[in-house]
């Protein structure tokens, strides 16, 4: 967009919010600030200050993006999820979770709607302070009151919850619920699928999910390899992880 700074292409408001982020990526923060500054009030909407929150978040810059929350809150800017799941997921990376909570209720008390990533995060927090309840309390609301949300990732942090606490059961009942919410086509899904059922120590689902996964994309690459390979080793199967590893062209001897 450079080009159109120097001659002069006269910015729509949105336009704005666009630049800001492209200057953070390919500049730094430090001039995504000059930017921001440089801009007059008018052209300050709520678009450009939620893109400035989202680089500090990005950049973990914890009091800068609580002091233009802040700010967004007192302008009465803040109407949707995204600038609390920025925060919010902010916290997590700087592995503050206690402070999740504190940042739904808020939401609440605004009557500010959640999305799907608002209660994904929210569960991964409760799971990270070991409140198991908490987790399973999160996924009821959003069930009861939001049933049009939630995604395969919800179950997985469900499952995940459940594998740390010891409830193995349960964290089954999650992993299936997971496969008949995910895309076939969704890579991700399929690694987290082997890891979660590895630490079950369930070998014969870990394969079936393997195979599937293969069946379905084609294409196996070395991240799904590496992925397999690590619920192997997790599983003690020795036999099966040297016949991997031979199939990718690499012995035992050479790691």
């Known amino acids: 967009m450079e080009w159109m ?11 704005h919010a666009v630049h800001l982020d492209l200057i953070a990526k390919v500049k730094g923060i430090d001039a995504a600030e000059d930017y921001f500054s440089g801009l007059p009030i008018k052209s300050r909407i709520t678009s450009v200050y939620g893109t400035l929150l989202n680089c500090y978040c990005v950049e973990k810059m914890s009091d800068k993006a609580e002091m233009l929350f802040s700010k967004m809150l007192e302008e009465k800017m803040v109407v949707k999820a995204l600038p609390y799941n920025n925060l919010m997921n902010l916290y997590l990376r700087l592995q503050m979770p206690e402070k999740v909570p504190v940042l739904w209720g808020e939401m609440k008390k605004r009557n500010v709607e959640p999305d799907t990533f608002t209660f994904n995060i929210l569960m991964r927090s409760y799971s990270l302070l070991k409140d ?11 069930k009861l009151k939001h049933t049009k949300l939630g995604n ?19 964290a089954k009942l999650a992993l299936k619920n997971l496969e008949a919410e ?5 890579r991700e899904a ?5 890891s979660l059922y590895s ?17 379905a994309l084609k294409v196996v690459t070395n991240t799904s390899y590496l992925i397999m390979l690590q ?12 016949e991997m590893l031979q199939g990718m062209g690499i012995s035992l001897l050479e790691l």
């Open 132 to 142: 198991v309840e908490g987790v399973e309390r999160i996924f009821e609301e959003m």
């Open 5 to 15: 700074v120097l001659r002069k292409f006269k910015f729509g408001l949105t336009d």
């Open 231 to 242: 619920a192997l080793k997790n599983l003690n199967d020795v036999k099966r992880d040297a």
């Open 182 to 186: 995910m895309n076939n086509r969704d």
């Open 199 to 215: 630490k079950l120590s369930d070998l014969h689902n870990a394969l079936r999910i393997w195979e599937t996964m293969k069946s």
């Open 152 to 170: 395969w990732t919800t179950y997985s942090n469900l499952a995940i919850a459940y594998i740390d606490s010891g409830h193995h059961m349960k």
């Open 190 to 194: 399929y690694h987290f699928l082997i």
